[in-house]
């Protein structure tokens, strides 16, 4: 169970549009108004700024940049996504537990942070370099009205959502490398990984997962890795407060979602192609074994990546080797 401290916070964080009394305060803690008073002075020696109005109480106005449910609540103007968050400074990771709770039926919208990953995994069973916690590790439970072959529109979509996000705050201008990739300059900003679980006409749920490079100064070449990572630290030499970036996201997934949900695939599929890496540019590409030649010209309402070679034959590769570089 949480202390009165944790619970003094998500009280004056739920009501930070108006003004709670240290009385009520006290008869929703069962503690006396003087602790209610002291746990106060103490949450503003670490940081916390409360306006506060004799007979009214208090307001909170500002929280430190430190992740936890109550600093991504605090503010989050979304309806159902984040509405429940699981916090932790520690995991293996983010995904295999949103996995866990959606398949003992959790609701949707629920969020999985950590602060680091001691097991964070990509997508063909890669390992996800997450062990720091500069970046943003989270995973969420969506339980959409889809038949399996749409779930990579919920990747392609998150993509989108991702660009939005680093271009509302910085003035970069990434790529979405198919399938779901973020770069910059060519280096790996963000990866996206999308699981569902369903039956041949129906998904169940999916869980995505986000991880996004957002304070790291450096990172070491590992041998798996085919080409360098990035952070928007590194691109632009700002620090980022992570709360603010994951509410953002949040609030803006929400929104995409909805739109997605009531017109479907074309709005998110246009936005995509206005952020694709290499559309229009000839890739060289595996299929079965077989080297070929097409130029990027499409993406199919399947999530695919459709490419026409020098006969105007089109192509729509799933999961085709590709030398993107
Ligand atoms: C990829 O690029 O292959 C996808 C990377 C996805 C990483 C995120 S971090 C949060 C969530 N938890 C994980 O273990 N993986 C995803």
Known sequence: ????????????????????????????LIVSRTAVWKQIKQ???????????????????????????????????????????EHYQMIDSTQTLALKRAQEGCEQGLVIISDKQTAGKGRRMREWDSNNDDGIWLS?????????????????????????????????????????DLLIDQKKVAGILTQAQGEHDHIHYAVIGIGLNVNQINFQLTEMQTYQATSLKIETNQTFSKTELIQLFLSHFESLYQIYLTEGFAPIKQKWLESAYRLGEQLCFKVNGVEKTGIFVDLSDDGCLIVED??????KLYSADINWF
């Open 140 to 180: 969420f439970v969506l339980r959409p009205n889809l038949i399996p072959a749409q779930a990579p529109q919920l990747t392609l979509l998150t993509a989108t959502v991702l660009v939005k996000v680093i271009e509302a705050i910085t003035e970069l201008k990434p790529k979405i490398k198919w399938p779901n």
């Open 43 to 85: 949450l503003e020696e670490d940081g916390y700024r409360f306006e506060s109005i004799p007979n009214k109480g208090y307001r909170l106005i500002h929280q430190p940049d430190k992740v936890s449910e109550n600093t991504i609540y605090w503010g989050l103007p979304t309806e159902w996504l984040g509405k429940q968050i």
């Open 1 to 28: 169970m949480s202390s009165t401290r944790e619970k003094l916070i998500a009280l004056l964080s739920r009501h930070s549009n108006t003004f709670v009394s240290g009385q009520w305060l006290s008869e929703q």
């Open 310 to 315: 020098d006969q105007q034959k089109r192509e």
